[in-house]
């Protein structure tokens, strides 16, 4: 009877780290790192690790070969892949940036704890696991310049979906100005993981629309100081500053900030979401 119930017990911590593939809502398989890795022969792979700022090597699967394997014909029609973290952090990675560049489902560091401490989020220590996206930056140069938003750490789900449909109360009108189709793109890249737009996005951090919108709330150069250098307002918080190694820093903040403006007039009661598969 102990027996039997010690292997509930462990086969329920193995079926936890299984990795979930979702299409549109629906869950369409669920593999372990075993069965992962018979789809995808493992390497071990050294990128610059932006949240320490050093070299670091990982195991890891290739993550464009994964989801063509898993998603089929669907992958050559996906718009983007949404993934999702055991600690509520959900960024939204458009499909095409993965056919451009290499990424890797990380699972291990040859020879070390998988975790880290994250110099982004007021050097917390974090365990990596299940799974940690990373990119190639020492192939692709290009993505350095790019922070760390795109290198979700304890992914459980993966999901193809398309942005609009999925993250409705977050894209403002089509009839948008310049400025603010740039900040909603900025937003999309580096803030939904964590924050909410009427209730779509991330679940790491507060709303920022409804029932007041935060630019209702706080002035302009109160919360353009926040997002460039949220420390030096809250000494210990973890939200990272806007990504330093951007060249048009103040720029995109005042984007991001014109977009947060807009949505002002666009608030909506969020819809609770049902994430089972
Ligand atoms: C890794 C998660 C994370 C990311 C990414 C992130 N934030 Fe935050 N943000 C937080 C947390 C956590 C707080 C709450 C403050 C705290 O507890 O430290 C916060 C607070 C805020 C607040 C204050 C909200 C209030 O009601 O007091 C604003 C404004 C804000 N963030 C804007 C942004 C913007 C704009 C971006 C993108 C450039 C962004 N955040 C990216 C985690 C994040």
């Known amino acids: 009877m102990r027996l039997l119930l010690l292997v509930a017990i462990l086969s329920s911590v193995a079926h936890a780290q299984d990795l979930s593939f979702r299409s549109h809502g629906k ?10 890795k018979k789809l ?49 952090y959900q960024p939204s990675v458009p499909a095409s940036k993965f056919k451009k560049f290499a990424a890797y489902l990380s699972f291990a560091k040859p020879n070390k704890a998988f975790s880290m401490v994250n110099s982004l989020q007021n050097s917390e220590k974090i365990e990596l696991g299940p799974y940690y996206l990373i990119w190639d930056n020492e192939t692709f140069p290009a993505l350095k310049a790019e922070g760390g938003s795109d290198f979700p750490y304890q992914v459980v789900a993966i999901e193809l979906v398309n942005f609009e ?18 900040g909603f793109s900025a937003f ?16 790491k951090a507060v709303e920022l629309n409804y029932p007041v919108n935060i630019t209702e709330m706080v002035k302009t150069p109160w919360l353009r ?6 420390t030096s307002i809250r000494y210990n918080t973890t939200m ?30 969020p819809v ?6």
């Open 27 to 36: 869950e369409i398989r669920s593999l372990s790192l075993a069965e992962l």
């Open 40 to 88: 995808v022969p493992a390497k071990d792979i050294t990128i610059f690790e932006p949240h320490e700022k050093q070299k670091v090597t990982y195991s890891a699967v290739a993550a464009r070969a994964v989801f063509e394997a898993v998603f089929k014909d669907e992958w050559n029609e996906a718009d983007e892949v949404l993934f999702t973290c055991a600690d509520g």
């Open 165 to 182: 449909k999925r993250f409705p109360g977050m894209t403002p009108p089509r009839n948008r100005s310049p400025q603010v189709e740039r």
């Open 188 to 203: 999309r890249k580096n803030c939904m993981a964590c924050h909410t737009i009427n209730g779509d996005g991330g679940g």
């Open 225 to 230: 100081r926040w997002i460039l250098d949220p």
């Open 240 to 269: 990272p500053a806007y990504n330093p190694a951007d060249p048009k820093r103040q720029q995109t903040v005042k984007d991001i900030l014109a977009y947060l403006r807009q949505m002002r007039k666009h608030k909506r009661k």
């Open 272 to 277: 609770p979401r049902d994430e089972s598969p």
